[in-house]
């Protein structure tokens, strides 16, 4: 029991997950599916990306599901496009993205970020308030910051995950980035919280893209 105790302490979205699926939160309306169900996204059909780019995920996981119940939102993950060429290559913070760099801030080429294990959905934003300079800023910090540990904790605590990765490479902007927190209350995992719906919400982004939501 000891050591079932350690592995959700060091996983804390999945024993959230698992206290909301005793109180009964939405989680009845999540049905998990194989990852051959869904085909991979044409991302040969996307428009022309660029470095700062906004890059959201719907993911397929259970953790994933109950992010997007608290949110109300379609979105569970969300990284940064650090460069396009030869291929896009976003950098994120997650925990079970690449087993062999688990819990850690990683870069993934676009493909794998949206592989069909991983994503039933994404969507694609440009924030309009940040300049080409400060985008390009922006990624040389989060490319510094590659193979830091994932910690998922409230706002007043020490804390790294997929949005507070973003928010920090960005404090440096001449227009100040203030995406809104979100409070939880729920025992084992309350307080402030970042979501991707935060960004997703923001003022004066573009939106470039929206895929369609796999069922």
């Known amino acids: 029991m000891l050591t079932a105790f350690m592995r959700l302490r060091q996983h804390p979205l999945r024993a959230a997950l698992m206290l909301a699926a005793v109180l009964g ?18 991302t040969t059909q996307l428009p022309p990306l660029a470095i700062g780019d906004w890059v959201f995920r719907s993911g397929t ?16 993950h969300i990284g940064m496009v650090v460069s396009v060429q030869p291929e896009p290559l976003i950098v ?4 079970d993205d690449d087993p062999q760099r688990a819990n850690q801030v990683l870069s993934s080429t676009l493909n794998d970020f949206l592989d069909p294990r991983l994503a039933q959905g994404f969507a694609i934003a440009r924030p309009r308030f ?3 300079q400060e985008n390009q800023h922006a990624a040389t910090w989060l490319l510094k ?10 706002r007043g605590s020490a804390h790294l995950y997929c949005t507070t990765l973003l928010v920090d490479a960005l404090q440096h902007s001449s227009k100040p980035f203030q995406p809104a927190w979100q409070q939880i209350n729920a025992p084992m995992f309350s307080g402030e919280y970042l979501f991707p719906s935060a960004f997703a919400n923001y003022p004066e982004i573009e939106w470039l893209y929206h895929s369609t939501l796999s069922k």
């Open 130 to 132: 940040i300049t080409e």
């Open 145 to 154: 910051q590659l193979k830091r540990p994932f910690v998922l904790a409230e």
């Open 25 to 42: 939160l939405s989680l009845l309306t999540y049905t998990d599916q194989t990852p051959t169900a869904r085909p991979a996204f044409l």
């Open 61 to 76: 996981s259970a953790e994933s599901q109950l992010i997007k119940t608290l949110s109300s939102s379609a979105y569970s």
């Open 92 to 95: 994120h913070a997650t925990t």
